[in-house]
C-alpha cells in the first residue's frame, strides 16, 4: 500500500518583531498535528517561515536605522530560536527574501496569473493599512481606525497591477457553500460567505492590487518583465506555499508528492487572505486548492488584549524558562480549543501546572514506578488477561451505560485509544488531551482501588498484576503524549522500559531520581 502523504503549514510569520503567545500556539498546533501524523505512519512534510517583504519590514528597519536585509536576518535568528526551544519538528523554513527557493516560485505564479489573463495595470486611489499590509475600505473602519491595529490608514494613489478577483468570487463562494474548500470552524465559513453575499450587484467584490511601485517600497521580488513594481507582500507570501516545495524549480519532485496541503493552520486575523484572494490564485493558476484551512482565535490575558501599556504583554519565553517547554506545550495542548480565543494569565497557568502535571500525572508516574522498584526491583512481568478488573464503577464515554469489571488494557484498548485516535485526526487537540487525563485518572483511582502498597503485605502476586495494569496503563500515556509532549512521552517511556518478546509485554522500570514536575508555590 502506498504511503499517505501529509502536508501542513502555519503562515509564514512577518518579520518585523518578536514573535508571541498567538504565534506560539500556532506553532504547537501545527507541531501536534505534525507529529501525530509521523507517528500513525504518514510522510509528512511541515512548513513554516518567515514574511519579509512589505512596508512594515522597510519602516521598522529604518527605525532602528538597519538594511532591511540585516534586520530580517536579526528577527528570523530570534524566531528560529524560539522554534527550537518550543520543540517544534518542521521539515523546512521557507524565507521570502530567499532569491534561490522562493522568488522562482512566487515568480512562476505570477506568470501562471498574466497567462490567465487574470492581471491588468491600472491606478489604485484609496486606503492602505500599513499593519495589515492591505488596501481597506471606510466601512471597515472604526472610528477613522483600521480594527485590527488601531492605526488610521494612510490616502495612497498610485499605478499598481491588479488581479482579477471579482472574476473567482462566484466560485470562491460556490466551493465554500458545497465544502469543497473546507475551513474550521463552520463559524468562519459563515463569516466569509457573508462578506460574499454582502458584495453582490453593485457591491460586487472588486479587484485587487497586486503590486507595489519599487519607489514607493524598494523591498520584494520584482514583478517579471517590470522591475518598476513588485510583487504585493501578500501575493508573495502565499507563494510561499508553493515554493517551499520546489514549485518553479527545476525539481518540482515536492510539489507534485506533497500538494495539496492537507491542512493550513492560520490566526483569525488572516482568514480574508486565506479564504478569498489565496483560492482566487489558485483557481487562476490552475493549482488544486488546499483541503482545510485550520483557524484559530486570539490569545488575551486577563481578559484583555496584550499591551505593553497595560503591562500585560506574556512572553512564550517566560513559561518555558520557569516551567518548560512541555509544561507549556501542554496548556495550549489542552486548555486552548484550536477554534476560539483564549486567555492566559500567570496565576491560571501555574494552577494548571499545579493541578493536572505536577500533582497529577508526575505524582502518578513517581509513586507508581517507585512501588515497581521498590517491591519488584522494577521488573514486572505479566499479560492483559490477569490484570484485576477496576473495583470503582465507571460511566465510559461514548458507549451505553456504565461498566464495572473491565481492567485498565480492555479500557484503554477499547474506548481511551479509539476516542483519542478520533479526536486527533479531527485535529481536536484539547479534546485528545482530555482523554490522556481521562486514562491518568483511571489509573489514580486504580491504586486508591486496591492500594498496592497495601495489598504487598498480604498478597505480593496479585500486587504484581496491579502495578503491571499500572506500568501497560504509562506506557500508553506516554505514547499518546508523544505528539504532544514528546520530551516527556520520552522520559515516562524510559523510566516504565516496556518490552515486547513474543507478544508478551514486560517491564524493566526504574523510579524517577526527580519529579517530572516539581510543583510551584
Known sequence: MDEKKFYITTPIFYANAELHLGHTYTLVLSDIIARYHRKIGDKTFFLTGSDEHGDKIVRAAQKMEMGPQAFVNGNVTKVKELIQALGVSNDFFIRTSDREVHWPGAQKLWNALLEAGDIYKG?????????????????????????????PPEHIEEENYFFKLSKYAP??????????FKITPQSKVNEILALLNASEGENSLGDVSISRPERAIPWGIPVPNDPNQLMYVWCDALASYLSALGYGHPDDSNFREFWPADIQVLGKDILRFHALLWPALLLSAKIPLPRELLVHGFVTSDGKKMSKSLGNVLSPGEFISEYGIDALRYYLAREVSPTEDWDLTREKFKEVYNANLANGLGNLVSRTLKMAEQYFGGNIAGDPASVPPVRTKIIIVGALGDFAGLNIPYLVNNNILPRYHTHMRANEINKAADIVWELIGHLDQFVTDYEPFKLVKTDKAMTE????????????VSEMLVPMMPETAKKIAELVGASVDAGAMSFASKAPADPLFKRKE
Open 465 to 476: 498484576k496491579v502495578l503491571w495494569g499500572l506500568l501497560y496503563g504509562l506506557h500508553e
Open 171 to 180: 466560485e470562491v463562494k460556490r466551493i465554500l457553500e458545497s465544502g469543497e
Open 123 to 151: 491606478t489604485y486611489k484609496g486606503l492602505y493599512c500599513v499593519g495589515c499590509e492591505a488596501f481597506i475600505t471606510e466601512k471597515e473602519l472604526v472610528n477613522g481606525r483600521c480594527p485590527l491595529h488601531d492605526a
